[in-house]
Each structure stands twice: as structure tokens, then as C-alpha cells.
């Protein structure tokens, strides 16, 4: 090619990527010209709901796609206290799709500002107030500015971020069963712990809500497959097709009653549950860890009292309550005949109403027939606690879909 011809077709790149650059930030500006959260809202407490930024000329929705409760605050494993200079990237699933994203960055467990100066989701960059990095002080969280990019539904999506001068503990959400990682100048290495990110939310011209599936380890998918995506949130979210977005807020030993691995439940269900945008229904998978965890709850009626009470704060906000009995483990290092009374005792109370709007009987549908108190062989991972996919299915496909959020009178209290 002439050379004059190079630097004529160079100039005409130059130009055409000037103009498309253009377009996109004029599309931006057209799609989030509407009101956005309150500076108190976006960098909040972290129990405080967030408010949901509308966006002009557009009739879809913001709603949470994926979410991970922020569990502890620990030194990174993969090279002790020195935090400095790292790229995160977070590998998270999807359940619903859309045409732009906002993220939520914790630094809840921090004990010093959390400085990160550079962000993406799927490479697109993104900002804070406009701005390229931001500070998150230490016990607080910050929401993103809306970023036009499109999210798949039942997809991977890589939100990235670096902190050159991190100090302190870091927020994470161990145990996720999806690989993330973690780049410093010695190597990259695969993580399955999310780093700083408890939540993406995305603009969906379809769905109609979010479903949060409030749980323990039985809902964060222990005895799972990593990376296959098998968390019976997982399945119901493929049996939604899209109509409703689920998001999955089980931690691994969580309690109702206690803290322990995780706030309790009774504690963080404002921020875990109430602050989901988009929230309509919440799926409550909760006590079993108060029933065998040391220390062993004795008193059913306890339990039960703090399921209703989580049910009345979800009734307060206009959200539909589907609880779940608690499943069978027998075989467990710390199952106990007295335990296990308790355990049924709350079932049987669960079974004759009034503690949910609806409930899943996860224990009938889990156990041995010839063995009632054991967990059905096929669906046991092998410590007779937790579940392997076939298990996690069985739950997944529990979930009536048909009216899973139907409308309940506002004055409807427990």
C-alpha cells in the first residue's frame, strides 16, 4: 500500500474510533440521565438498603444479577499482609442479563480506607461519581456509576479491580466454588474466594424482580462442583429463564441465632436481603447450624421465633417469605438423638404454618425413605451434612416457578 494511502486510512480510524466514542458516551448519558443513588446511600452502612438508580427513556429495571455476602475479613493467603500493588479478578455468574451494570465494593471487615484506582466489568471501565478510583472507608460500601456494557444472562462475568496500596483485612466471601484470581508482580494465582465485590446489578428490560436465597452452607453450595454452577440457586435460576433474577446469599455456617462464620442471620438480613435491589421474594434456609453447631441450640421454640421474626421484617418491606424445613444428617460428627428432636420439632411447626408464606419441604424431599433421619444416599456428598449436585438439583427443582412472587396485602404481618 502507497504510504500516502496508510496515513489516509490511519487518519480514518482515528476519526471513526473519535466518532464511536462519541456515540457511546452520548448513548450513556441518554440511558442513565435519570436520578442516582444519594451519596448516602451509595457509600453507606452496610446494612442500609441502597437506593436504585431509574434510568430515563427506558421502561426496564435495575436488579441485583448475583450477590455474595461479605463474610470476614482476613489476611490474603496467597501472600500474607502485604496487599499492595493487586489486580482482583472475580469471576461471577450470572442469572439474569441486561444492557449496562453498577457493582457494590465492601471494605465492611477493613480496618483502613481501601483505595482501588482502577475497575471493570468484562474490560469495560468503570467509575465512582465519575471518577476512576475511589476510597472505601474502612466498615462502609460503595456503589458504581452506571456502566453501558452488555451482561449475558446465565453467564461468566469478570469484574476486575486493583488496589496499589491496601491496608488491612480483606472483605471476602470465601469458599464461592467458582475460580477467581489474583494477580501481584510474583504470579497469578486461582482463588475461590471473592475479593471486595458483594454485588452486580444489572438494567434488564424483562425481569420482573430479584429472588434471594438466604441461607447456610446447604445455599452457598458446599459439596458442590466448582465451576459448574450446580447451588440449587443455580437451578432455579435456569428453571426462571430469566423472569425473575436470583441471587444467592449463603455463607457456610451461618446461624440465625449466633455469630459465627458470618454475622448471624438475624443481623445481616437488612443488608443481605433488604438491601438486594430489586428484592420480591426471599427463600429462608436457615437454622440447621443452629441445631448441630457448637454450641447446640436445645430450644426449638427459639429458632422458630427468629424465622418469624425474619419473615415479619421481609412482610414489613412488602416481600413474599418461602422458608425450608431443615434437612436430615445423621451420620454427621455432631448429630445427637436429642439434636435431632429439635430439628424435627421445628420442621413439624414449619409444616403447620404460620411461621412463612409458603414453605419447601427440603427434609422430606432429601431424606431416606428407609432411614428418615439420614440424608437419601444418592444425594449425599458423603459427610452426610452437606449435598452433591444431584442433591442440589433435587432443591433447585422444588421451587414452584409459576407464582413464585405473588401479591401479598401490605397489611399481611405475622
Known amino acids: 500500500m502507497p504510504r500516502r494511502q496508510g496515513y489516509a486510512l490511519l487518519i480514518a480510524l482515528v476519526a471513526g474510533t473519535a466518532a464511536l466514542a462519541a456515540v457511546v458516551a452520548f448513548t450513556g448519558s441518554l440511558l442513565f ?27 426496564g429495571l435495575w436488579l441485583a444479577t448475583w450477590a455474595a455476602a461479605p463474610v470476614l475479613g482476613a489476611a490474603d493467603p496467597n501472600h500474607g499482609q502485604d496487599l499492595t500493588h493487586r489486580t482482583v479478578r472475580n469471576v461471577v455468574h450470572t442469572s439474569i442479563g441486561g444492557n449496562a451494570a453498577r457493582i457494590t465494593l465492601s471494605n465492611l471487615f477493613g480496618t483502613q480506607p481501601l483505595l482501588i484506582d482502577n475497575v471493570t466489568v468484562n474490560t469495560r471501565p468503570v467509575t465512582f461519581r465519575g471518577a476512576p478510583t475511589t476510597t472505601v472507608a474502612a466498615g462502609r460500601q460503595i456503589v458504581s456509576d452506571p456502566v453501558v456494557v452488555p451482561v449475558a444472562a446465565d453467564a461468566d462475568l469478570v469484574v476486575t479491580l486493583r488496589t496499589p496500596t491496601a491496608d488491612g483485612p480483606v472483605t471476602v466471601h470465601p469458599n464461592s466454588h467458582q475460580s477467581s484470581y489474583v494477580e501481584t508482580g510474583q504470579g497469578t494465582w486461582r482463588s475461590t474466594a471473592w475479593r471486595y465485590l458483594t454485588a452486580v446489578d ?69 443488608r443481605d436481603v433488604l438491601g438486594i435491589t430489586g428484592a420480591k421474594t426471599v427463600v429462608i434456609a436457615l437454622g440447621i447450624n443452629d441445631v448441630q453447631g457448637f454450641p447446640q441450640e436445645k430450644d426449638p421454640l427459639r429458632i422458630l421465633d427468629a424465622l418469624r421474626t425474619l419473615t415479619q421484617r421481609a412482610h414489613a418491606r412488602g416481600l413474599h417469605v418461602i422458608g425450608a424445613t431443615l434437612m436430615p444428617y445423621q451420620g454427621y460428627r455432631s448429630w445427637t438423638p436429642v439434636q435431632n428432636t429439635v430439628r424435627t420439632r421445628v420442621n413439624e411447626m414449619i409444616r403447620a404454618g404460620g411461621v412463612f408464606d409458603e414453605f419447601l419441604d427440603f427434609d422430606r424431599a432429601l431424606r431416606d425413605p428407609a432411614h428418615p433421619h439420614r440424608l437419601y444416599p444418592a444425594f449425599d456428598s458423603g459427610d452426610h451434612l452437606h449435598l452433591n449436585d444431584a442433591g442440589y438439583q433435587r432443591l433447585g427443582s422444588l421451587v414452584g416457578t409459576a407464582d413464585l412472587v405473588p401479591t401479598r396485602p401490605s397489611s399481611d404481618a405475622l
Open 202 to 270: 444489572v438494567h434488564s428490560q424483562s425481569a420482573a424482580g430479584t429472588v434471594v436465597a438466604l441461607g447456610d452452607s446447604l445455599t452457598a453450595g458446599t459439596g458442590s462442583t466448582t465451576d459448574a454452577n450446580t447451588r440449587w440457586p443455580d437451578i432455579l435460576s435456569d428453571r426462571l429463564n430469566g423472569r425473575y433474577a436470583v441471587v444467592n446469599q449463603g455463607i457456610g455456617g451461618n446461624r440465625l441465632l449466633r455469630d459465627g462464620i458470618g454475622q448471624r442471620a438475624l443481623d445481616r438480613f437488612d
Open 33 to 59: 440521565s435519570g436520578s442516582r443513588p444519594k451519596a448516602t446511600a451509595t457509600t453507606g452502612p452496610q446494612g442500609r438498603a441502597r437506593t436504585p438508580a431509574a434510568p430515563a427513556h427506558s421502561s
